[in-house]
Structures are given as C-alpha cells and as structure tokens.
C-alpha cells in the first residue's frame, strides 16, 4: 500500500494505491489526517472491490480532491480490506506535508 497526498496550486488530493495476489478482491479507504491534531480532517473515501488479474497489478482509488484549512501537518492515511471481511484494518500513511 502507498497513500498519496498532493498539492497542485491551492488544491490538495489523495489517492490510495495497494497492491495484491491474483485474484484477490480488496475495498480501500483513503482519508486526510491532521498529523499535528491527531484527527481525521475529511470522511473516509473509498474505492469497492478493487480486483488484482495479474502479478504486480498496481489497483489506485482517487485522485479524490479534499478541502481543509491551511499551515497544518498533514497525511494521507490508507486502510484496506478483503472484500469479504467485515471490517476495515491495516494501514499506512503518507509522508507529512504541510499545506
């Protein structure tokens, strides 16, 4: 899994990216982070039954543009799991960037 966060001009977007085994079948979720606050500054964005046909397929869920005030830490903070499961576990998050 790698989260993005980027900022073009004022705007900022993130993107969830995740690689699996064939076959696999995976939801992803992607949200912003406020890393100074500790607190989840947008609803979590995400991307169903994202499936992987071949070996080292790259599935990406987004660019999605978020909103959220400026002169903070922030992070793109990614969650992942089997379609079948119940519940959203794992996770990885982006390199800090201040907007």
């Given at each position: 899994m790698s989260p993005c966060l980027k900022v073009v001009g004022e705007r900022a977007y993130i993107q969830a990216r995740a690689k699996g085994k064939v076959g696999t079948?995976?939801?992803?979720?992607?949200?912003?982070?406020?890393?100074?606050?500790?607190?989840?500054?947008?609803?979590?964005?995400?991307?169903?039954?994202m499936r992987f046909a071949y070996e080292g397929e790259m599935e990406v869920c987004g660019w999605y543009e978020v909103t959220a005030p400026r002169g903070i830490?922030?992070?793109?903070?990614?969650?992942?799991?089997?379609?079948?499961?119940?519940?959203?576990?794992?996770?990885?998050?982006?390199?800090?960037?201040?907007?």
């Open positions: 079948s995976v939801d992803l979720s992607i949200e912003l982070y406020d890393s100074q606050a500790n607190r989840t500054v947008t609803t979590p964005l995400r991307c169903h039954d830490p922030y992070v793109a903070r990614q969650r992942w799991k089997l379609r079948t499961a119940t519940a959203f576990g794992g996770g990885f998050e982006s390199p800090e960037l201040t907007w």
